[in-house]
């Protein structure tokens, strides 16, 4: 297990633990016979196999079926290992491991020992919380999109996160966005940083600038883009919510321990995590003596993630989908009734051909959210995305 900080609480006899994720997405250019899933073979070249099938094709019909665990492997463990070779030499640099995958046709899914990392076509996500470091991967993952996924161009990338409850207990360059920001311009040129809502609760966030210095010009090349990656179902167009929650009910934080809970699967049912989007393959994981994470997948190429940092004086929950809806209504409800945070951060990206191209607007207008009051907003219009950030805090606060 990676060498997370987990450090004592006196007071409470809690311990803290820093749930606020890093979030990193990198879009590629498309390209013929171009996909970041050929990263997931051993760097031996020892896995035998169709060429597209990756994972599923050398472990066989069982495993492309249905998700597996990697520590429930049995002799088939050291192949497995060989096969994850790259991506767990990357998230070494990381600070994290792999604990569990599952996969849909259009994305390969992993559980982190911190957090999520979702692998498709041209689009690779890593989201890591505790004191993990994924922007010090990120030379190596251009490098193996290079010369082993086929892909030579990025198209875009964002990296967000909320403000730490200890920043400086962070290991750079995560101990200020500064030399976050940085350290992406030293990878992708110039990118634009954004910060927004109040000190505390702020969230920021770096993505790259127009091509040509120009909105137009980037929603251009979204659309070039677009058009040649058509048939690639799942790729384009593109939306996400996140709902960064802290402050949560302890009733709903017990469902999160092992003393409560005997299985992951027991805590994903009594949640309601099963309910939030039905439909989706779901891959959870309960830690030891508490904590959760979850990956869903969908047969469309959709994802969900959900993490859970259930101690009290630390207490936050995270939750991520793609699914592509027109508007986000019953989606915030069901999160926010099965959590029951004090406060929390929205934030929804929507390109402008995506189901919820509307949502970013919709929601701005809203001053109020299921008994929760909005405390900021802020809006913005970006790299062919639209953006809302929003915060909320429980009536009264
Ligand atoms: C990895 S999980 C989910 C973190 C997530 N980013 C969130 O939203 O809170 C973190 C929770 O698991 C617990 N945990 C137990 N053992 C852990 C380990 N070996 N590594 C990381 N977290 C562990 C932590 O105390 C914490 O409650």
Redesign the pocket.
């Known amino acids: 297990?990676?060498e997370?900080e987990?450090i004592s609480n006196s007071e409470s006899n809690d311990?803290f633990?820093e749930?606020?994720?890093k979030l990193i997405e990198i879009w590629f250019t498309p390209a013929k016979q171009a996909d970041l899933r050929k990263i997931t073979r051993g760097v031996t070249g020892a896995a035998p196999g169709p060429a597209s099938a990756g994972l599923a094709g050398w472990l066989g019909e069982a495993a492309a079926k249905s998700h597996f665990y990697i520590a429930k492997m049995g002799p088939r463990d050291c192949i497995l290992r060989n096969l994850l070779q790259q991506w767990e030499k990357v998230l070494k640099i990381v600070r994290c491991e792999i604990i569990s995958f599952t996969k849909s046709e259009q994305v390969d899914a992993y559980v982190l020992?911190?957090?999520s990392m979702f692998v498709s076509r041209r689009r690779w996500i890593l989201k890591t919380?505790?004191t993990t470091t994924p922007l010090r991967c990120v030379r190596a993952v251009l490098a193996l999109a290079r010369d082993t996924a086929g892909h030579a161009r990025v198209h875009n990338v964002f990296y967000s996160r909320r403000e730490f409850a200890r920043p400086h207990a962070q290991l750079t360059p995560h101990d200020n966005f500064d030399s976050e920001v940085e350290l992406l311009d030293s990878f992708f040129g110039d990118g634009r940083a954004y910060i927004m809502g109040p000190e505390k609760d702020c969230w920021y966030l770096y993505t790259l600038l127009p091509l040509e210095g120009t909105v137009a010009a980037l929603e251009k090349e979204h659309r070039e883009a677009s058009e040649a990656s058509a048939g690639c179902a799942g790729c384009e167009p593109d939306q996400t919510i996140e709902i960064l929650m802290s402050d949560l009910d302890p009733a709903v934080m017990s469902i999160f321990t092992r003393a409560h809970s005997a299985s992951a699967h027991h805590a994903t049912k009594e949640s309601g995590i099963d309910k939030i989007i039905p439909g989706m393959v779901i891959d959870d994981y309960l830690?030891?003596?508490?904590?959760?994470?979850m990956n869903g997948v969908a047969k469309d190429g959709c994802y969900m993630t959900i993490?859970?940092?259930?101690?009290r004086s630390c207490s936050?929950?995270?939750f991520e989908s793609n699914v592509p809806v027109s508007s986000y209504d019953e989606v915030v409800a069901r999160v926010l009734h099965a959590f029951r945070p004090g406060r929390f951060v929205l934030t929804v990206f929507a390109t402008p051909d995506a189901a919820g191209s509307a949502a970013p607007r919709q929601l701005k207008s809203f001053s109020s959210l299921c008994g929760y009051e909005q405390k900021e907003a802020q809006y913005c219009r970006f790299s062919g995305y639209e953006l809302h950030y929003a915060l909320y805090a429980k009536f009264p606060s």
């Open positions: 297990m990676a997370t987990i311990q633990f749930g606020v994720e020992s911190e957090s919380c505790g830690f030891d003596p508490c904590g959760y994470s993490h859970i940092t259930p101690e936050y929950v995270s």
